[in-house]
């Protein structure tokens, strides 16, 4: 029976650093805020935007919503990018796409402040990423993945790490940051030839493939630590992940469940980046 990386843990930690951080920045008269801009009315940003600021309230995190009609003009956009740019009372701006189509989303967000981009998005945010330089932040998910390894001590030093993906959201800055960590990395994907026997090979698995229970007990052995990143509607219409959980977890040592692992960390890093982008300012 696998350990669970439960996110619930890693978060408790998380939290109270970032409210003893808070706290410290706040007697020095700076007030951490996150910038939310938003074009249009999205159901899973909205949903997003709710559970974000809601953990700032939790937190002592501030935040100021710049909320822009779908039919807003490339102009329009660009404007607010320039605002939070240039306002220091705002250390880190969270910016929701995709973009309407009618909108230069690359132009866009490399308008932003790559020190202000805490989400990692922009060209500078990751540059960053890849020559290992402190350049904007890290996207947030596998920056989660990167916490639950440190809070459950394990360490990627010399182990072989495998990550299912290359999209620069998630599987290609992981598999940078698991070198920055010293392990020896291997990325997977769809022209990856006989997948299962080099995901096999690995001792930690990072599954970003973004297909329901695309990696089966047929990829897997006893020993491997797994995290999975995927969020998908399964036929039964509850939420899983690329792993297929079932067949998983009686094989490996330790995974994450979906919901409940990378998923729940990543707000909690989003405001760990913005606390961090404020206390650059002292």
Do not use: W
């Not at 822009?68 to 660009?78: C, G, K, M, N, S």
Request: with cysteine; hydrophobic share 40%; glycine share 10%.
């Amino acid at each position: 029976m696998a350990k669970q990386l439960l996110g619930k843990e890693v978060n408790a930690q998380l939290n109270e650093r970032i409210k003893a951080d808070v706290a410290a920045l706040k007697e020095k008269g700076i007030e951490p805020t996150l910038g939310i801009i938003r074009v249009g009315e999205r159901e899973d940003d909205l949903s997003y935007e709710r559970g974000a600021t809601k953990r700032c309230e939790t937190l002592g995190v501030s935040y100021k919503k710049y909320v822009l009609p779908v039919e807003a003009a490339q102009e329009d956009v660009l404007r607010v990018i320039d605002e939070v740019n240039n306002d220091p009372q705002i250390h880190g701006v969270l910016l929701f796409r995709p973009l309407p189509k009618h909108l230069d989303e690359e132009k866009i967000i490399n308008a932003l402040a790559p020190e202000k981009d805490v989400d990692g998005i922009t060209d500078g945010s990751l540059a960053g990423v890849f020559a290992g330089k402190a350049l904007g932040y890290a996207p947030c998910t596998p920056s989660a993945c990167m916490e639950i390894l440190d809070h459950y001590g394990i360490d990627p030093a010399g182990k072989r790490c495998v990550v299912i993906g290359r999209s620069l959201v998630v599987g290609k800055p992981a598999a940078m940051m698991l070198l920055k960590k010293n392990g020896t990395v291997t990325i997977c994907h769809t022209k990856t030839q006989d997948m299962p026997s080099v995901v096999k090979e690995a001792d930690i698995v990072i599954v970003a493939a973004g297909r329901a229970g695309v990696v089966g007990g047929e990829y897997l052995r006893a020993g491997q630590v797994v995290l999975d990143v995927g969020i998908n509607m399964g036929p039964d219409g509850k939420l899983c992940g690329d792993v297929n959980y079932t067949e998983a977890e009686p094989i490996v040592d330790a995974i994450t469940p979906v919901p409940g692992g990378v998923g729940s960390v990543t707000t909690s890093v989003l405001l760990a980046h913005v606390v961090d982008a404020a206390k650059k300012t002292l």
